[in-house]
Nanobody
Framework: QVQLVESGGGLVQAGGSLRLSCAAS????????MGWYRQAPGAQRDLVATITNNGIANYADSVKGRFTISRDTAKNTVYLQMNSLKPEDTAVYYCRAVRWSVNYWGQGTQVTVSS
């Protein structure tokens, strides 16, 4: 089992920045891809960014150039630096880890961007 704990969400004004963290614990060997997804009220959960264990990152078009995903394998932690935030970025952000084709999810952290 893999446990994921997110932190760093909060309320920020449009144009501001936040940094999310997701710490993995438990059976963390062989975790391959980690990433961030978000879900706004009444909407489906969508990809924000992912990063492989080789450091290859992938971003949703809506966040390219504004968000940066990074991974500290020594700390078993993945980060999401979010800059130039917009009201439409408001959502619950979830961390995901993949280990042997099994998906693990964190409990989510709320990000609210005011206009």
């Amino acid at each position: 089992q893999v446990q994921l704990v997110e932190s760093g969400g909060g309320l920020v004004q449009a144009g501001g920045s936040l940094r999310l963290s997701c710490a993995a614990s438990g059976t963390i060997l062989s975790i391959s891809t980690m990433g961030w997804y978000r879900q706004a009220p009444g909407a489906q959960r969508d990809l924000v960014a992912t990063i492989t264990n080789n450091g290859i990152a992938n971003y949703a078009d809506s966040v390219k150039g504004r968000f940066t995903i990074s991974r500290d394998t020594a700390k078993n932690t993945v980060y999401l630096q979010m800059n130039s935030l917009k009201p439409e970025d408001t959502a619950v952000y979830y961390c995901r880890a993949v280990r042997w084709s099994v998906n693990y999810w964190g409990q989510g952290t709320q990000v609210t961007v005011s206009s």
